[in-house]
């Protein structure tokens, strides 16, 4: 079974621009959630997607948006970028949400300059 | 409010025991562990739910204490492949919106 891919792997954009990440879960997972990690914030919860409806948000201004779409697959959206979007985005899949196991994909390291 | 994890960081030498613990300090009902090896993603360790339901693979062993608002979990005669930075998540609703608030990580080191 193939694991939750994302892509890109690594990205460089500078302040003001925008950036979309994607993530393809694992098949038949419905739900997709995203989280940020900085080594001074840690782990922090974006939101969730579950049957192409966000289902559960955190506390992010509303420059960070995504949506999912009919197979699952999720992108993120971050406008107008700021140096402290500066982080590692991590995307995980789970078959029914987050009160479930949460498989993790490898991460979009985005540097804004 | 991020759970609190403690102790930040161990060191151990492999087949000795460790115990990291994650407390809140609102209600819990559920905990969640995972494992993040440097450079990787988080894997799952384990849900323990309020009520002793437990959710996870069996070598890993934890407790959930309710009154206590914590949650512990036990790395019994430790190998290499347990090395990394261990997170317990936990829930919080706020404006209707569900989501989980990871502690700060305890970092495992462990020597050959």
């Known amino acids: 079974k193939a694991g939750v891919t994302q892509t890109p792997r690594y990205l460089i954009k500078t302040r003001g621009q925008q950036v979309t990440l994607s993530c393809s879960p694992i098949s038949g997972h419905r739900s997709v959630s995203w989280y940020q990690q900085t080594p001074g914030q840690g782990l922090q919860f974006l939101f969730e997607?579950?049957?192409?409806?966000?289902?559960n948000k955190g506390n992010f201004p509303g420059r960070f948006s995504g949506r999912q779409f009919s197979n699952s697959r999720s992108e993120m959206n971050v406008s107008t970028l700021e140096l402290g979007d500066s982080a590692l985005y991590l995307c995980?899949?789970?078959?029914?949400?987050?009160?479930?196991?949460?498989?993790f994909g490898p991460g979009t390291r985005l540097t804004v300059l | 409010q991020q759970p609190v994890q403690s102790p930040q960081a161990v060191i151990l030498r492999e087949g000795e025991d460790a115990v990291i613990n994650c407390s809140s300090s609102?209600?819990?009902?559920?905990v969640h562990w995972y494992r993040q090896k440097h450079g990787e993603a988080p894997v799952f360790l384990m849900i323990?739910?309020?009520g002793g339901e437990q959710k996870g693979h069996e070598k890993i062993s934890a407790s959930f204490n309710e009154k206590k608002q914590q949650s512990s979990l036990y790395l019994t005669a430790s190998q290499l492949s347990y090395s990394g930075t261990y997170f317990c998540g936990t829930e919080a609703v706020l404006d209707s919106n569900y989501q989980l608030i990871w502690g700060a990580g305890t970092k495992l080191i462990i020597k050959p």
């Open positions: 323990l739910l309020k």
């Open positions: 997607y579950f049957s192409e409806t966000q289902r």
């Open positions: 609102k209600a819990l009902y559920s």
């Open positions: 995980a899949s789970s078959l029914a949400g987050l009160n479930n196991e949460q498989f």
